[in-house]
């Protein structure tokens, strides 16, 4: 029969052994999440990560909201319910 202390030893090198397995999967896992480009929402056209703007959702990096002139920004802005109370 095996004493306590060598038991305890033995648990503790299995569970140093299951933990570092652990994280070495993890770490793997995280590098080739960020190595790997998703195929969804990427048009092949699209300029590389670091000169893109960033999203406001996933599918939306490369549309533009258009610019509208000041007169009409400021006609919506001073015929809405808040601005006449």
């Known amino acids: 029969m095996r004493t306590t202390t060598t038991m305890d030893k033995e648990i503790d090198t299995f569970l ?7 994280i070495a999967i ?5 590098v080739i999440l960020f190595l790997q480009t998703p195929d ?3 048009p092949p056209e699209a300029p590389s990560k670091p000169h893109l703007r960033f999203p406001k959702s996933s599918c939306d990096f490369t549309s533009t909201r258009p ?3 000041s007169d ?4 919506r802005l001073w ?5 006449n109370n």
């Open 79 to 83: 015929s809405s319910r808040d601005w």
């Open 40 to 42: 969804t929402c990427v």
């Open 67 to 69: 610019h509208l002139p």
């Open 72 to 75: 009409k920004k400021n006609n």
């Open 26 to 30: 993890a770490s793997l896992t995280l």
């Open 16 to 22: 140093r052994k299951l933990s570092l397995g652990a």
